[in-house]
T-cell receptor, first 112, second 117 residues
Framework: LAKTTQPISMDSYEGQEVNITCSHNNIATNDYITWYQQFPSQGPRFIIQGYKTKVTNEVASLFIPADRKSSTLSLPRVSLSDTAVYYCLVGDRVGGYNKLIFGAGTRLAVHP | NAGVTQTPKFQVLKTGQSMTLQCAQDMNHEYMSWYRQDPGMGLRLIHYSVGAGITDQGEVPNGYNVSRSTTEDFPLRLLSAAPSQTSVYFC????????????????FGEGSRLTVL
């Protein structure tokens, strides 16, 4: 089972900031939190990864509170091209090895 | 660099046929995995490998076999295709995912679209 919970869908408008929150109550001490973006008919693409506090790159910011039980992906000033499915991942060590389980993701629709 | 290469991109099988989806990466990644994605759904982990000679099951391993004889290649074998295996299959690799460190960044191939009639 996926270790993360996200909203199924979100709507936004061009130019707005979008915040997608992911819950991961059972995150392990050594786990990083990683977000991916997927367009139709393509494989997911890495967006951002963090361990704690705040991480920012050229496309997004990731906010992680001190307890690390959730994280928020922030997309500044979205455009139509940001319409995609966004996945939040943490590791899953059931069985001894680390494996990455995708949840259902959040389907973001950006409107004109 | 080619990255992660999957072949074939499209395949149609009849029920009961077997086939192998190929996956190769040229990034010297230890970790490789196979996911399937049904229409409108998220990705489900089939099998994964943390290095040559080491494989393990994911969420939905039934009906699939894998092996990892080299670092570069991670083929996925369908033993006896069923219509329920109609899906898009993605191979992904990462530099290092082991017991104590999660780099998390997976590099995906373009996918292989399989239809089983």
């Amino acid at each position: 089972l996926a270790k993360t919970t996200q909203p199924i869908s979100m709507d936004s408008y061009e130019g707005q900031e979008v915040n997608i929150t992911c819950s991961h109550n059972n995150i392990a001490t050594n786990d990083y939190i990683t977000w991916y973006q997927q367009f139709p008919s393509q494989g997911p693409r890495f967006i951002i990864q963090g361990y704690k506090t705040k991480v920012t790159n050229e496309v997004a910011s990731l906010f992680i509170p001190a307890d690390r039980k959730s994280s928020t992906l922030s997309l500044p000033r979205v455009s139509l091209s940001d319409t995609a499915v966004y996945y939040c991942l943490v590791g899953d060590r059931v069985g001894g090895y680390n494996k990455l389980i995708f949840g259902a993701g959040t389907r973001l629709a950006v409107h004109p | 660099n080619a990255g992660v290469t999957q072949t074939p991109k499209f395949q149609v099988l009849k029920t009961g046929q077997s086939m192998t989806l190929q996956c190769a990466q040229d990034m010297n990644h230890e970790y490789m995995s196979w996911y399937r994605q049904d229409p409108g759904m998220g990705l489900r982990l089939i099998h994964y490998s943390v290095g040559a000679g080491i494989t393990d099951q994911g969420e939905v391993p039934n009906g699939y076999n894998v092996s990892r004889s080299t670092t570069e290649d991670f083929p996925l074998r369908l033993l006896s295709a069923a219509p329920s295996q109609t899906s898009v299959y993605f191979c992904a690799s990462s530099y290092s995912l082991h017991r104590t460190l999660n780099t998390g960044e997976l590099f995906f191939g373009e996918g292989s679209r399989l239809t089983v009639l």
